[in-house]
C-alpha cells in the first residue's frame, strides 16, 4: 500500500484503507530496517508500520557489503543486527513479515556468504518469506537461475522474487525464480515502477496461468487481466501502452498482408495463444503493408460488402497511396471503414462540403482567439454556421456540429477525446506534411480517424470529417 514512514499521503492512505473491505487481497505496510543508532523501538520508521495496522509489513534491508559500508557507513555485524531486530519486534506486535533483501543479486555476486548471512538473520528474526531483489534490474537470466539455486542448497525457507526491468528481463527473471521454487512474485501491473519499470505482473500471470500451469488466479482470473490492466490506466490517468505483451491493443494486431491471409484460414498461424483466454481480442489493421486479406477482413469486421474485387483493390491501392503522402491508417480505423463505405456502389455521403473558412486573430484587450464558417449541404438544404473556439480545430469542430445539429441530433454526444499532431520530416520545416489523428467519443464507444496535409488546418478538417460521418454513419 505504500510506505507511512516516508510521507503524510502515504500515511493517510493507510488511515482511510482501516475501512475498506479486503476481500481476496492483504494490505501491507512498506519500511526499512531500523537505523543502526538506537533500536526499532525508538525508530520513527518502524513505528509508522505499526501505526499503519496492516496485517502485514514488507521490510527491506542491505544485502550487498557495499551498500552496508558505503552507504549506511556502518559495519557488517551491525547491518545483520538491525535486520533480526527489527523483523523481530514487527513480529512481536503481531504482524506476518516479509523481508526484502535489497540488491541481493549484486550483493551475491560480491560477497555470496555475507548475502546469506542477511538472509539468515531475517529468519531468525521470524521473516514469513525473503524476497530476492534485483534493485539494480541489471540480472541475466542465467545469473539468476545460477543464483537461486544455490541460495536454495544454503537456505531452506519460503523464499520469493523481485525484479526491475533495466536489462529488459524482469519478466524472464522472475519466472527464472518460480521454476526454481519462488512462492511470491513482486511487480507491478503494466509494469509501472522507477526507471524502466518492474516485472509486470499481467505477463507474469499470464505466464504462469497459460504457458507454465501455474495456477496463480482464482477461476476466470486470467480472462479479466486485460480488463484490469486498463482499469490500473485509468485510475493512474496513464495512456495504456498499446503494444504491452498480452493486454495491449496491438498485442494480436496484424497488419502484414501474408500474415492476415494465413490467419483468414487459420487464426493460431500468427498467434501464440487466443487473445480471448486473457480478455483481449484479435485486430486486423490496414497500412501500406497490407494485402486484400486486411481489405476484406475491415469490411467484414464494418459490416460493408466488398464482393466486387475491383472495390478491394481500389481501397488497397488508396491505402498504399495515402500513406505514401503522410497517412497512417494502423490507428486510425474509422477511416478505413469510410474508405470502404466510400467505394460502395450506392453511397450517399450524409453531408457535403461546399467550403470552409478559418480565422485566428489577436485583439487588443482579448488575446488570440479563433472562428471558424462552414458551409454544407445535407440533402437539399444549405447550412452556413460560424463559431468561435479556443484553436482553428475546436472552432472548426463546433462550427461543423452546429451546422449538423438539426438533422443529425445525435451529434450532440459526440466529444472529441484527443487531438494529436505529429510532424513528418521535420527537416522541411514549416513546408513539413502534417498527420492528424483524432479520437471522438460518444456515450457507448471511441473511434480514431487521421488526416495528413502541409497545411494542419486542412489535415485536421480531414479527420474531423471522417469522424462525425464514422459516427453518424454508425448511428444511422
Known amino acids: 500500500g505504500g510506505w507511512p514512514g516516508s510521507n503524510p499521503k502515504d500515511a493517510e492512505f493507510f488511515e482511510r484503507a482501516r475501512d475498506l473491505e479486503w476481500k481476496t487481497a492483504l494490505i501491507a505496510a512498506f519500511g526499512s530496517t531500523c537505523r543502526v543508532k538506537g533500536g526499532p523501538e525508538d525508530d520513527a520508521n518502524i513505528q509508522a508500520l505499526i501505526a499503519a495496522q496492516t496485517p502485514v509489513c514488507t521490510l527491506f534491508g542491505k544485502t550487498w557489503n557495499l551498500h552496508v559500508t558505503e552507504v549506511l557507513l556502518?559495519?557488517?555485524?551491525?547491518?545483520?543486527?538491525?535486520i533480526e531486530q527489527s523483523i523481530a519486534y514487527l513480529r512481536a506486535a503481531g504482524r506476518r513479515v516479509i523481508y526484502d533483501a535489497e540488491h541481493f543479486f549484486d550483493g551475491y555476486q560480491a560477497d555470496p556468504s555475507y548475502a546469506l548471512e542477511t538472509?539468515?538473520?531475517?529468519?531468525?528474526?521470524?521473516?514469513?518469506?525473503?524476497?530476492?531483489?534485483?534493485?539494480?534490474?541489471?540480472?541475466?537470466?542465467?545469473?539468476?537461475?545460477?543464483?537461486?539455486?544455490e541460495m536454495k542448497d544454503a537456505i531452506q525457507h519460503p523464499f520469493g522474487i523481485h525484479t526491475h526491468n533495466d536489462g529488459e528481463c524482469a519478466v524472464v527473471n522472475a519466472l527464472t525464480a518460480v521454476r526454481q521454487g519462488a512462492i511470491q512474485v513482486q511487480g507491478t501491473i503494466n509494469g509501472v515502477g522507477e526507471r524502466c519499470g518492474n516485472a509486470n505482473l499481467c505477463s507474469v500471470m499470464a505466464n504462469l496461468e497459460l504457458k507454465m500451469g501455474r495456477r496463480c488466479l482464482p477461476e476466470g482470473g486470467v480472462q479479466k487481466l486485460y480488463e484490469l490492466s486498463h482499469v490500473v490506466d485509468e485510475v493512474a490517468n496513464v495512456t495504456p501502452?498499446?503494444?504491452l505483451p498480452y493486454v495491449g491493443k496491438s498485442a494480436f494486431a496484424h497488419k502484414g498482408g501474408v500474415h492476415v491471409a494465413a490467419m483468414r484460414r487459420c487464426e493460431q498461424s500468427y498467434q501464440h495463444v487466443a487473445p480471448e483466454q486473457v480478455g483481449n481480442k484479435m485486430r486486423v489493421v490496414v497500412s501500406a503493408l497490407s494485402g486484400r486479406a486486411n481489405i476484406l477482413s475491415k469490411a467484414e469486421e464494418h459490416g460493408v460488402d466488398v464482393s466486387d474485387a475491383a472495390g478491394v483493390v481500389g481501397v488497397l491501392n488508396d491505402v498504399k497511396d495515402l500513406e505514401a503522402r503522410g497517412f497512417?491508417?494502423?490507428?486510425?480505423?474509422?477511416?478505413?471503414a469510410m474508405m470502404l463505405?466510400?467505394?460502395?456502389?450506392?453511397?450517399?455521403?450524409?453531408?457535403?462540403?461546399?467550403?470552409?473558412l478559418v480565422n485566428v486573430e489577436h485583439r487588443q484587450g482579448r488575446g488570440i482567439f479563433a472562428e471558424a464558417m462552414v458551409k454544407v449541404k445535407v440533402g437539399a438544404k444549405v447550412m452556413h454556421t460560424a463559431a468561435e473556439g479556443n484553436g482553428p480545430v475546436n472552432a472548426l469542430d463546433i462550427a461543423l456540429r452546429k451546422a449538423l445539429l438539426d438533422d443529425f441530433p445525435q451529434i450532440a454526444s459526440f466529444h472529441l477525446a484527443d487531438y494529436k499532431v505529429r510532424i513528418l520530416d521535420g527537416q522541411d520545416g514549416t513546408e513539413a506534411i502534417t498527420r492528424v489523428l483524432i479520437d471522438t467519443r460518444n456515450t457507448t464507444r471511441m473511434w480514431s480517424t487521421v488526416g495528413a496535409s502541409a497545411n494542419i488546418i486542412e489535415a485536421s478538417w480531414q479527420a474531423l470529417v471522417d469522424a462525425v460521418e464514422y459516427g453518424l454513419s454508425v448511428a444511422h
Open 74 to 82: 556502518t559495519t557488517l555485524d551491525d547491518n545483520l543486527r538491525i
Open 119 to 149: 538472509l539468515k538473520a531475517a529468519i531468525r528474526g521470524g521473516a514469513e518469506t525473503v524476497v530476492l531483489c534485483d534493485t539494480n534490474g541489471g540480472s541475466l537470466p542465467w545469473d539468476v537461475e545460477t543464483i537461486v539455486r
Open 241 to 243: 501502452n498499446d503494444h
Open 328 to 336: 497512417s491508417f494502423e490507428a486510425a480505423e474509422a477511416s478505413v
Open 341 to 356: 463505405k466510400r467505394q460502395q456502389p450506392d453511397y450517399r455521403p450524409l453531408f457535403e462540403l461546399i467550403d470552409f
